[in-house]
């Protein structure tokens, strides 16, 4: 999941690079097609998304000893609570045999 995460987070890292070059490039051509509110917009986007892409990519072997933790956590619950159903279903039959033992006899 992280991989395609990581290849995602690339990709829209290269066109938002591409949108905010194109839209510099317009302005400092004078092509007058981008206000320049608009790049300063993008221009603030584009940085917040590179930290955030920086930040997830320092983290990532962080996020997957969490992920794989609580993945454990939730296999242990599980196991615990179909214990306790085979506990329950193994009394369940061993008065059932009691019971047709005792009704033969």
Avoid at 69 to 80: F, H, I, S, Y
Wanted: charged share 30%; glycine share 6%.
């Amino acid at each position: 999941m992280i991989k395609f995460v990581k290849f995602f987070g690339i990709t829209m890292f290269f066109i938002l690079l591409v949108v905010v070059a194109t839209m510099y490039l317009s302005i400092f051509k004078g092509e007058g097609l981008v206000r320049p509110v608009a790049v300063v917009f993008y221009t603030i986007i584009f940085i917040g998304y590179a930290l955030t892409l920086r930040y997830v990519w320092h983290k990532e072997i962080q996020i997957e000893i969490q992920q794989a933790r609580m993945e454990a956590e939730l296999a242990k619950q599980e196991a615990e609570k179909h214990k306790e159903e085979l506990e329950k279903i193994k009394k369940e039959f061993e008065e059932f045999k009691r019971k047709i033992q005792g009704g033969e006899a």
